[in-house]
Structure formats: structure tokens, C-alpha cells
């Protein structure tokens, strides 16, 4: 496995090793003693997985009290996969980087604590699994507004995203309640 750092160096893209032939293909996605060698000693605690249409943004998220790192792939589809650092002491604090995800390529990506974190599906559907460090609360659950003009995301759209409501009427980073 191989691990790179983004612009922002807290936050890894992950190439499996995979080994393939005419059969298919097996790989590890997951394994703490190698997730380790790389920095990542983390407990997941929960497995979530996503089914979205073309253009659908989900994101960005975080959650304040009971924040969760993020291993994300995807296993059928593509993404654009963004993490947005929202730690005011941060020195890359409101910026973000994004990613393509894919079933052919099998990148993961680690977002870990202190971040949004969102996508948008750029193929007919997607499939998303994540990993969490710890459990889904709905009370500390907030969310950044996709467009935010100070985020600048630039997101891979086709037309108008396919939002839910609370992604809809997500915050401006200068009003959202983030991490110190």
C-alpha cells in the first residue's frame, strides 16, 4: 500500500496493492498494521455505505463533540471526494482538496478528525463505503454550504447538484461552529 500526502498533509490518498489476473482481483482494504505503517492508528468503530444518482452532493459534514476520521472508497462508480480542514488553528484552515474515486482505480482516501467532508457523484451511480472512528450522532451532526464562496470548492457538476435539505441550508464556514 502506498500512502500520499495531499496539499494538505494530514489528509492521505491510499493506493492498495492489488493483485489481478484473469480471475479478478483481491486486495486488503483494510488492515490496522498497515494502516499504522502509514500513520493512521485508528479505531473504526462504524462501516457506512451510500448508493447515489449522477450529481448528487452529499456533504460537506462534520461533527462537533463526537468528530469522526473518514477512510472512504468507492466500489462501483466515481466520486469527487472533498475534505474541507475546518480547524481554525490550523495553518491550511478553510482550505480543501478533492479527489477522484473510482471502482477501476480503488484509491481510498483518510480524512481524519477536524474536517468536512463531502462528494458528488461524476457516474451514472456510485457506491460509497466508509470507515468511521466513531458513531454517527445526529445532535453533534452540522454542515458547511457546498458553494461557499470563501471554500471555493470546485466541484465537477453537472447542472444543479441533487441536495437534501440539510445540505441545502448548510452554513458559511464564517458562521458555522467549527473545531479550535
Keep these: 500500500m502506498f500512502a500520499n500526502r495531499t496539499r494538505i498533509p494530514e489528509v492521505f490518498v491510499i493506493e492498495p496493492k492489488v493483485y489481478g489476473d484473469d480471475r479478478g482481483f483481491f486486495m486488503e482494504s ?33 461533527q462537533i463533540g463526537q468528530p469522526q476520521g473518514k477512510l472512504v472508497r468507492v466500489v462501483a462508480g466515481a466520486i469527487w471526494d472533498v475534505a474541507v480542514d475546518i480547524r481554525r488553528s490550523s495553518a491550511t484552515f478553510g482550505q480543501w482538496v478533492g479527489v477522484e474515486l473510482t471502482a477501476e482505480n480503488k484509491r481510498m482516501v483518510w480524512i481524519p478528525e477536524g474536517f468536512a467532508h463531502g462528494f458528488v457523484v461524476i457516474s451514472d451511480s456510485a457506491d460509497v463505503l466508509y470507515k468511521a472512528t466513531d458513531f454517527y450522532a445526529p445532535s453533534c451532526e452540522r454542515s458547511l454550504l457546498w458553494n461557499d464562496p470563501k471554500l471555493a470548492v470546485d466541484w465537477p457538476l ?15 464556514l464564517s458562521h458555522a461552529e467549527i473545531f479550535e
Design 158 to 172: 453537472a447542472g444543479e447538484p441533487l441536495l437534501s435539505e440539510k445540505d441545502r441550508d448548510g452554513q458559511l
Design 30 to 62: 483494510y488492515n490496522q498494521k498497515s494502516f499504522a505503517d502509514i500513520g493512521i492508528r485508528k479505531d473504526f468503530v462504524q462501516d457506512n455505505h451510500s448508493r447515489s444518482a449522477r450529481n448528487v452532493l452529499r456533504g460537506l459534514h462534520y
